[in-house]
């Protein structure tokens, strides 16, 4: 059974870094993980994806130059470094999984069909 359980977040300054980290099990072939991330009353949208098996790399316009996803130290494990925050980057971020390869073009969460449980993100003015 895939799992997945995320770590890190917490509260920053605008300007600040955080890093997220994503711990996944259950897959032993091509996987895709994505961090994904939702405000209250908003949908959730899609910040950046890596595909385990071929390393490619994919982000929202809204966090490239700013973010970056990548393997851990840890083993199968992803994690997400998120410098530059802007108040705008507050929500609850959920990495994701999916057999197979990442979608090269865009970042649709109905792609993915493991989720973790979320860490909040929280960065003040």
């Known amino acids: 059974q895939v799992q997945l359980l995320e770590s890190g977040g917490g509260s920053v300054q605008a300007g600040g870094s955080l890093r997220i980290s994503c711990a996944v099990s259950g897959y032993t072939l091509a996987y895709c993980v994505g961090w994904f991330r939702q405000t209250p009353g908003k949908e959730r949208g899609g910040a950046a994806v890596f595909d385990v098996a071929n390393g490619l790399t994919v982000y929202a316009d809204s966090v490239k130059g700013r973010f970056t996803i990548s393997p851990d130290k840890a083993p199968d494990t992803v994690a997400l470094q998120m410098n530059n925050l802007k108040p705008e980057d507050t929500a609850m971020y959920s990495c994701?999984?999916?057999?197979?390869?990442?979608?090269?073009?865009?970042?649709?969460?109905?792609?993915?069909?493991?989720w973790g449980q979320g860490t909040q993100v929280t960065v003040s003015s």
């Open positions: 994701a999984a999916h057999a197979g390869y990442c979608s090269s073009e865009q970042i649709d969460d109905t792609d993915f069909h493991y």
